[in-house]
């Protein structure tokens, strides 16, 4: 039940959160003003929170949740707008709330672990009954961020080209934006060359072999690929900086003969290849387009090829009913996306190819280990970001590293290594 008592009262000169530049953040800085659904978001607010192991201690006192002293504590600073923003848009507000300061953390307090006490019960904080009448509030994905040839680069550039040195300030020197596989005693690049390596292991990648990259990031495993097994990479990306730098790291590795960077989307390539690896795009191609892109994997393989693929990925019955969703990640973050389940990779791989899993690799827990080490980095290097981004930027950025580290702490989210193949009677 819940725990309603009295703590110190929040000193709301503690978070001085600067109000979103209009011009940037166009309509973030004023909450909506939707009385009514503010006031039933209060209540669906406190009877969720009331089960979880966490404290939300209010701007008097008052504390909510069934956390004991040592659970994690989330401050609300400004209430009214905090419920007037969940009341909006549940999905969108909840994180905007956090940008605008109307939420915060206690000092002792990390942000993931206030998120992981939520992603433990997602499925169960809102009731039954209002989770049927979830189609009546909830928005829908846009029509101009589907993932259509003519709207894919631009989903593609309001992420990726953000600026690479965003990207320098928290990733390693490999330059990997995706989870690593850590073994006892591995730092963060270690841990993402043996997942580069255990991708290329998938696909059977060695000497010789014309190998199709589709998502390229920053050039690390085109790289890796060239320079270590002798293959001959055409990897392709969306994005304008990463073409740049993906180029100029193949260049400065010698393997420019080898690699390939095409700014190229995956529906365009012709030809054939030995292997086909792609690592973490798939999240990018969007439910409609789930068909292509799986059989282009398969019209692009030679006969007796192979596919390496990493995908996130969450429980089928969840993606089934979050499918139509736009979310506080698709405004802020990556728009266009949807994360897929195993059972609709397999299911559009039996109806749109003839490949099929024939390895699996599980790597959920790494990535929770992962992000936290991006975040940790991103926060600690934040005075070479100054300058080009503002503090509700630094605010947007910590909460989606923190966002996705408690998706794969309590298992809501996952990560998977496949390797494909066609069956051995199948015609090419």
Request: aromatic residues 10%; glycine residues 8%.
């Amino acid at each position: 039940m819940t725990t309603v008592q009295r703590a110190g009262a929040v000193d709301l000169r503690r978070f001085p959160v600067p109000r979103p530049d209009e011009s940037h953040w166009p309509g973030l800085a004023t909450p909506p003003r939707a009385p009514f659904r503010a006031r039933i978001a209060e209540a669906v607010f406190r009877r969720a929170v009331a089960p979880l192991a966490l404290r939300v201690v209010t701007p008097d006192g008052r504390v909510m949740g069934s956390g004991g002293k040592s659970a994690p504590v989330m401050r609300l600073v400004r209430p009214a707008a905090f419920y007037a923003r969940l009341g909006a848009d549940a999905k969108i507000g909840f994180g905007e709330s956090y940008l605008t300061g109307d939420w915060t953390t206690a000092p002792d307090t990390d942000l993931a672990d206030v998120l992981s006490a939520f992603a433990a019960r997602l499925t169960r904080l809102v009731p039954p009954a209002l989770q049927r009448l979830r189609h009546l509030v909830e928005r829908t994905q846009p029509p101009f961020e589907e993932n259509s040839k003519e709207n894919s680069r631009s989903n593609i550039s309001r992420h990726y080209d953000l600026s690479n040195e965003l990207f320098e300030t928290f990733l390693d020197e490999t330059m990997t934006y995706s989870s690593a596989w850590f073994e006892p005693g591995d730092d963060l690049a270690a841990a993402q060359t043996r997942k580069i390596d255990g991708i290329l292991d998938l696909a059977r990648v060695r000497s010789g072999m014309r190998v199709l990259e589709i998502g390229s990031g920053w050039g690390a495993l085109a790289i890796r690929a060239a320079r270590e097994r002798g293959a001959h990479v055409t990897t392709l990306t969306l994005s304008t900086e990463q073409e740049a730098l993906a180029r100029k790291r193949a260049e400065e590795a010698g393997v420019s003969d080898l690699v390939e960077v095409r700014l190229q989307d995956y529906r365009d390539v012709t030809g054939r290849f030995d292997a086909v690896v792609s690592v973490e795009m798939i999240e990018a191609v969007g439910e409609r387009y789930w068909p292509t892109y799986f059989a282009a994997l398969d019209n692009l393989l030679v006969p007796g090829g192979r596919v390496g693929l990493q995908a996130i990925t969450m429980p089928h019955d969840r993606m089934m009913a979050t499918r139509r969703s736009y979310t506080w990640i698709h405004k802020y973050v990556f728009p266009g996306g949807i994360i897929p389940s195993l059972r609709a990779i397999e299911e559009n791989l039996a109806a749109h190819t003839k490949l099929s899993v024939v390895e699996l690799r599980e790597l959920g827990p790494h990535y929770a280990r992962t992000l936290a080490l991006w975040r940790e980095r991103f926060l600690a290097n934040w005075d070479r970001l100054e300058d080009s981004f503002d503090d509700t930027f630094r605010r947007m950025w910590e909460f989606y590293l923190a966002y996705c580290e408690a998706g794969f702490r309590v298992g809501y989210l996952g990560v998977s290594q496949l390797g494909l193949a066609r069956h051995p009677f199948a015609t090419s």
